[in-house]
């Protein structure tokens, strides 16, 4: 017989609001949650019917690992075993597993499978209409691209690592993944999109590179989003042919970064140009940073390199001069038609780039989410299953940020990301809750404490 686990719960009771304000339906995070667990449900389990947790139940309970922001899968096993409760109400998980569970149940699982609940969150952020917040320049949608690690190590690795030696000699095994989001230049939210792995593939004896996986991404891209006005905003890697070529055929628009170096025949066919006197030059002062002074110029259709000659871009200088003089120059390509009314728009939207590295990246590594952190690298998948489950934790926190404001008052309520997280995670360990709603209501509004009550686990 199974020894008793008694827990002494205290239960709590938001403060009510008069009169209480509601959440949006579908735009909170218990009906994000939800809508996660229908579609997990519907991916076919690998294993054998008889198997004691579900798929959905594991993978929830990795969903809940990086919403919560546990620092490890040890520190989520503890939660398992001593405060299990609001894992079954909020999450809905009837089985949780144990760290080793978790990782032999989803490290064979296809990572395609995975693609769904990205597409159902961002759906419901479009039928909402705050997508449409994030439309900039003539309707389209900024995607800002690039890659990054999740896994390295000079000690442990699998066949789908990619490896590199170090100066010290030793071979540094790690995978990467390249990804994208919706981006604004006023919006500091973002909305992430299902990455593309930039892993060993079975059998492949080469490294996987970025510029194939971004080929790869692309093209599952424009499938799921077939009609949607996008333009990719990359940096000056992207800038060749081939790439350029390959985004047109799939009918994406581009802003992307061209450096001097790279590209040493568009600046001189530029000089060329303002020495002609067919180069378009202009001055801009924003009126709410007047001690800044901003310079353009551009030419339109011209080819991209020598080697390229039927590859015709448009081309864009900016300087950037601060009050003491200090100048940041940038400059970009586009297929973007270029204008002394547009130009300051292609401009902001090509330096809009960063909010990949910022927004989105900076904030995965340093702000919670443990992105890099080594959740576990399995024998196939396991590392980029959690790289993408943390991924669509972030996408779920992002459309949040943007859609409730219960959340955004909590947020304010806890001063910032890292309090409130914390905040939450005080609440899983201290009481006993029945949704996220309730936490969310007592960290911005207050809460009364209701009876203890003895909850029996057997």
């Known amino acids: 017989m199974k020894p008793r686990k008694i ?239 390959d985004l047109q055929k799939l009918d994406l628009r581009f802003i992307l970064g061209a450096k001097p170096g790279d590209h040493q025949f568009l600046f001189e066919r530029m000089d060329e140009a303002v020495e002609l006197g067919k180069a378009t030059e202009f001055e801009y002062t924003d009126p709410d940073e007047p001690e800044q002074i901003h310079y353009f110029r551009f030419i339109n259709q011209v080819p991209l390199n020598q080697s390229n000659q039927d590859l015709l871009v448009n081309f864009l200088e900016y300087w950037q001069v601060d009050q003491h003089g200090g100048t940041t120059k940038f400059s970009w390509v586009t297929d973007l038609p270029i204008t002394m009314e547009n130009g300051v728009d292609i401009m902001r939207a090509g330096r809009a780039r960063w909010k990949i590295e910022n927004e989105t990246f900076n904030t995965l590594k340093n702000q919670g989410y443990n992105l890099g952190h080594n959740y576990g690298l399995g024998e196939k998948n396991l590392s980029a299953v959690f790289a993408i489950l943390m991924m669509l934790a972030f996408l779920l926190d992002q459309i949040q940020q943007m859609s409730c404001w219960l959340f955004r008052e909590a947020w304010v309520k806890a001063e910032s990301k890292r309090y409130l997280w914390e905040s939450i995670r005080g609440f899983f360990h201290n009481y006993r809750v029945d949704s996220m709603e309730t936490i969310l209501r007592a960290i911005a509004h207050g809460f009364e404490r209701k009876e203890l009550k003895e909850v029996c686990i057997t």
């Open 7 to 245: 827990y002494r719960v205290e239960t709590v009771r938001q403060l009510a609001d008069k009169p209480k304000r509601t959440v949006r339906k579908h735009l909170n995070a218990d009906a994000l949650i939800q809508l996660m667990r229908e579609d997990f449900q519907k991916i076919p389990d690998h294993r054998a019917g008889n198997a004691k947790i579900s798929l959905a139940d594991a993978l929830m309970s990795a969903l809940a690992l990086f919403q919560l922001k546990d620092p490890s899968l040890l520190a989520f096993d503890k939660r398992r075993r001593e405060e299990p409760e609001n894992l079954h109400t909020i999450w809905g998980i009837t089985d949780i597993p144990c760290d080793s569970q978790m990782r032999d149940i989803l490290d064979p699982l296809e990572l395609s499978s995975l693609r769904a609940p990205f597409r159902s969150a961002f759906r419901q952020l479009q039928r909402g209409k705050d997508f449409e917040k994030m439309a900039f320049l003539d309707g389209h949608y900024l995607l800002s691209c690039d890659g990054t690690g999740f896994y390295s190590s000079e000690k442990v690795s699998s066949d789908y690592c990619l490896g590199k030696k170090n100066k010290n000699g030793n071979t540094l095994y790690y995978q990467q993944m390249y990804a994208a989001a919706f981006v604004h230049p006023d919006h500091k939210e973002v909305v992430p999109v299902f990455p593309e792995m930039i892993t060993r593939k079975d059998g492949a004896k080469k490294n996987d590179s970025e510029r194939n996986a971004a080929g790869r991404f692309f093209e599952e891209f424009r499938r799921e989003h077939s009609h949607l006005k996008v333009i990719v905003v990359e940096d000056g890697l992207s800038s060749n042919g081939p790439h350029i070529r």
